[in-house]
């Protein structure tokens, strides 16, 4: 377990003021084998075999010298959590703590709540601690692995609180994140859950203030980060139900109103996310103006909502806007323009905009040579964005010289692995371009170097590696190099036949592609028995009724009409795909066309005349409709 901040009490946001006369000084110390001091004992057996998931104790505690301490009851509550094995059923006596109360007088009980978790070999890992007179929170410290410990109390007020409060926020976060990012999902799962059900106890008693949305805030990033989407949909509720009620000014409203946003985005709620991003928009505007740098982020975030109900002009409009307020704030060659002109170029090519697409990644290009050098790596991905607006363009030619210069520019540079995913993205994009216009033995050389990289970095049976091969075997295939299509494809199964399972749907793929390229070299009993193989793995997988499916019988009849099965057997076949194309697809879709002419086929072949004539007048139909929209 990384040492690092591990829990965050969300009670330490708004911590109240305290009279001198009940002032309460709590002074943590490290963990250490039980003794005469304070102590949290085993009264109900957590060693069991199956202890409970929380217990309540009791412990009476004395006066205490000449300050006048009078008797408290210190009722404990800990959550603890088991790792996996035996030892890691920790006793909650294998941690103990005391603490000097250096104060007069209070009145009420005393109460100490702890979120204990201990991992393997009986070694502490982190505990929060809250201090109550009463209901009132007289002061916080937390304790976590590492000897490093953190008070705030009553003194840690005025301006220095949200200082203090984000330093917090932001270092719970980073420290979930580095958690999930080696793996550790479940150990940050434990977090969450304790600072979860801490939240939810202060919302249900009704604090229901800027703190409370705060660390809110942070967990759904944090239950984000470990992909628990649906225990995010539900924080989302509880965080717009207290923003909603939260005044304007409050502090650090906006960047929880940005962080919303962003969480909606990826969960595709884009009307909460329009909301979201819009009152954040409105409360910057009106603290800092209308061309501050702050808008940025809500900026981006509201054109990529509107970009993705389909409202591209005014995603444009919002871009164009960004970019302005960088320009007037940084300059024209700032790097922090790329965002919002990337956005912009790839926007303007899925529009058609071409033109626009190629001006905004020239510019890119531009600003990173400037700043950079034209060796550096982030001028090579440049280039390679700027081959995408050449290709919409129709500069084929020149798209390729982009991308082959941008390649050479990033390994030359070392900027990326060669095993990055944007290279790997890039040397596919420049093999199927080169595919594409008719250059295939450079495009199979490009591949090639896929495969080799792939395997250096991944190993032979890695499924990257695999991809790679198919694609090398689908370029063979069109070149109607079937044998090295044959060879490529069983290699990829004998790889996929040692790490996946055998009903796996993603072994169907690379299996009809070598059921195909069978039927080509009229191996057609082989190629039978593969397509068949296939459809069944995939009625498994997708449906009786669905597209892979039909695109698996459809090879099937092929083949069985060759070997001269049932005619009958065959047309039923038929049927089915074209039932499967009608409700997947819609019954007036170009692919109908050829299934429609292949029925007809086998109808007029087995006599069948009733059926033959509607038939024929849907085919007509449908050939006018779609010569209709034949460009001229």
Wanted: proline share 3%; hydrophobic share 40%.
């Amino acid at each position: 377990m990384a040492a690092g901040v591990l829990f965050l009490p969300s009670a330490a946001l708004a911590l109240p003021r305290l009279g001198r006369s009940s002032r309460l000084l709590l002074v943590p110390r490290r963990a250490r084998p039980a003794g005469p001091s304070v102590h949290v004992s085993d009264p109900r057996g957590l060693r069991a075999a199956r202890p409970p998931a929380s217990s309540t104790f009791e412990r009476r505690a004395g006066t205490a010298g000449s300050c006048g301490w009078c008797s408290a009851v210190l009722r404990v509550r800990c959550w603890w959590r088991q790792f996996g094995s035996d030892s890691a059923q920790v006793a909650l006596s294998s941690a103990c703590f005391s603490w000097e109360l250096q104060s007069g007088c209070f009145p009420g009980d005393l109460r100490f709540i702890g979120y204990m978790f201990c991992c393997v070999r009986d070694e502490l890992l982190c505990v929060g601690v809250f201090f109550y007179v009463g209901k009132e929170l007289l002061g916080v410290s937390y304790y976590w692995r590492g000897g490093r410990s953190m008070m705030l109390n009553e003194s840690d007020t005025g301006r220095n609180d949200t200082v203090v409060f984000q330093g917090q926020l932001e270092e719970l976060f980073n420290n979930l994140k580095t958690m999930v990012d080696r793996g550790q999902k479940q150990d940050a799962l434990y977090i969450l859950q304790a600072n979860y059900e801490i939240a939810k106890e202060q919302v249900d008693d009704g604090l229901k203030g800027i703190e409370q949305a705060a660390i809110l805030d942070i967990l759904s990033l944090g239950y984000m980060l470990v992909g628990d989407f649906k225990i995010v949909e539900h924080l989302l509720e509880l965080l717009m139900e207290i923003v909603s009620a939260l005044k304007d000014e409050q502090t650090l409203l906006d960047s929880i109103l940005v962080h919303m946003g962003s969480m909606y985005l990826t969960m595709r709620k884009f009307e909460d996310a329009a909301i979201t991003y819009d009152r954040c928009l409105k409360i910057i505007e009106k603290e800092f103006g209308q061309d501050s740098l702050f808008l940025i982020t809500p900026l981006l975030g509201r054109a990529k909502v509107f970009k993705l109900i389909g409202r591209a002009t005014k995603a444009m409009a919002i871009y164009d806007q960004a970019i302005y307020i960088l320009e007037k704030n940084r300059g024209m060659d700032s790097d922090e323009l790329v965002i919002p002109l990337f956005c912009l170029g790839d926007l303007c090519i899925s529009e058609g905009k071409a033109l626009e697409a190629e001006s905004c990644f020239s510019r890119i290009l531009s600003i990173y040579k400037k700043i950079y050098g034209e060796t550096d790596g982030r001028v090579g991905i440049a280039m390679s964005s700027l081959a995408h607006a050449m290709c919409a363009k129709g500069n084929v030619e020149e798209a390729v010289t982009l991308y082959r210069s941008g390649l050479q520019v990033i390994y030359d540079s070392n900027y990326l692995n060669l095993d990055d995913e944007f290279l790997e993205k890039m040397r596919i994009d420049l093999a199927e371009l080169l595919h594409a216009i008719g250059r295939a033995q450079e495009g199979r050389e490009i591949l090639q170097e896929c495969i080799l990289i792939s395997e250096k970095y991944n190993g032979l049976e890695h499924p990257n590696t695999v991809n790679h091969i198919l694609n090398l075997a689908t370029s063979y295939f069109q070149s109607k190099d079937f044998g090295e299509a044959e060879h490529l494809l069983r290699r990829c199964l004998q790889i996929m036949a040692k790490t996946k399972e055998k009903d796996d749907q993603s072994i169907s793929v690379p299996m009809l592609h070598l059921a195909v390229t069978l039927y080509h070299l009229k191996d057609d009993e082989e190629a039978e028995k593969l397509a068949l193989e296939v459809v069944r793995t995939r009625e498994k997988a997708f449906g009786k009724e669905s597209l892979p499916v039909g695109e698996a019988l459809d090879c099937l009849v092929s083949i069985q009409s060759r070997l001269g099965k049932n005619d009958g057997n065959i047309l039923a076949t038929l049927k089915r795909i074209l039932s499967i194309q009608e409700n997947e697809l819609g019954r007036e879709t170009e692919e109908l066309l050829t299934t429609l002419k292949k029925i007809i086929f086998y109808v007029d072949k087995i006599g069948l005349k009733d059926e033959k004539p509607p038939l024929q007048r849907r085919l007509q139909l449908l050939n006018a409709k779609f010569k209709q929209r034949a460009p001229v």
